[in-house]
């Protein structure tokens, strides 16, 4: 089993920037680098959608991510990054960290707070 945790999350005003982390831990099918990590979030009432993705051949970013976040990770510390500028209210969240390899692991989620 995969656990994940994320960590990073909080309030913060307009124009404002957060950094998301997500530490994988466990017993990993095959080598972590092998895995797609992906951010995923939630809004009240909404589904959960992909933010940002990042895999051994490149990273993916939906629309509303696309030139204000950028996910990167680090292998050796079985890590995932989401770093988030330019936030809007619409930004507000419960944002999930995600590890695919034939299978989904998902942490419990941060929330991210945007609003003045």
């Known amino acids: 089993q995969v656990q994940l945790v994320e960590s990073g999350g909080g309030s913060v005003q307009p124009g404002g920037s957060l950094r998301l982390s997500c530490v994988a831990s466990?017993?990993?099918?095959?080598?972590?680098?092998?895995?797609?990590l992906s951010w995923y979030r939630q809004a009240p009432g909404k589904q959960r959608e992909l933010v940002a993705g990042i895999s051994q051949t490149g990273t993916n970013y939906a629309d509303s991510a696309k030139g204000r976040f950028t996910i990167s990770r680090d292998n050796a510390k079985t890590s995932v990054y989401l770093q988030m500028t330019s936030l809007k209210p619409e930004d507000t969240a419960v944002y999930f960290c995600d590890a695919r390899n034939g299978r989904d692991y998902w942490g419990p989620g941060t929330q991210v707070t945007v609003s003045s």
């Open positions: 466990g017993r990993f099918f095959g080598l972590f680098h092998v895995y797609t």
